[in-house]
């Protein structure tokens, strides 16, 4: 069963980096099958989804698309997620989710990252 | 990017009730619709995909219905454990998009 956790700092500036880490069990990011994805929530409001990698690249949400970059560490099966110039509206739930391109079949249980100085 | 509106945004019921969830999209979308549920402090479980196919493991009270621009979740006989947030989501056209929840309540 595929186990996805999400990790990294709880409080970020405004204006400095986000940077956060999905570790990966039961299965590999390095897999051709699957995609792997970011997705969040802030407090009392819908989901939004960021962005996602895959073998052959990434996509990205246009609404984020020049702050926003997707990497994969096969060697420590993770992907991470980087935020830059981020306000007080990137405060949110950030989950990791794992998908095919089309629905996310698993997730993380999400972590909180609040901006504010 | 494609707007879904969930109706109602909550939902008193009860235990045994036969509760519907609709999602309407902004624009045609064929059947790249997913349903999902969320507990508090919880990832989101799948239980719907391509707007009809029930997830592997989902109890079969649960049922999705549609194409285009409407779709609903049914189930059939609420059970205890399935009061909880549920969200659409579509992946016919990027960016993805959700819908902003329908939180079904006692």
């Known amino acids: 069963q595929v186990q996805l956790q999400e990790s990294g700092p709880g409080l970020v500036k405004p204006s400095q980096t986000l940077s956060l880490t999905c570790s990966v069990s039961g299965g590999s990011v390095s897999s051709g099958s699957y995609y792997w994805s970011w997705i969040r929530q802030p407090a009392g409001k819908g989901l939004e989804w960021i962005g996602r990698i895959y073998t052959s690249g990434t996509t990205y949400n246009p609404s984020l698309n020049s702050r926003v970059t997707i990497s994969v560490d096969t060697s420590k099966n993770q992907f991470s997620l980087k935020l830059s110039s981020v306000t007080a509206a990137d405060t949110a739930v950030y989950y990791c989710?794992?998908?095919?391109?089309?629905?996310?079949?698993?997730w993380g249980r999400g972590t909180l990252v609040t901006v504010s100085s | 990017a494609i707007q879904l509106t969930q109706s109602p945004s909550s939902l008193p019921a009860s235990v045994g009730d036969r509760v519907t969830i609709t999602c309407r999209a902004s624009?045609?979308?064929?059947?790249?619709l997913a349903w999902y549920q969320q507990k508090p402090g919880k990832g989101l479980k799948v239980l719907i995909y391509d707007a009809s196919s029930l997830e592997s493991g989902v109890p079969s009270r649960f049922s999705g219905s549609g194409s285009g621009t409407d779709f609903t979740l049914t189930i059939s006989s609420l059970q205890p454990e399935d009061f909880a947030t549920y969200y659409c989501?579509?992946?016919?056209?990027?960016?993805?998009?959700f819908g902003q929840g329908t939180k079904l309540e006692i």
């Open positions: 989710a794992r998908d095919q391109g089309d629905h996310f079949q698993h």
């Open positions: 624009q045609g979308i064929r059947s790249a």
């Open positions: 989501q579509q992946y016919n056209s990027h960016p993805d998009t």
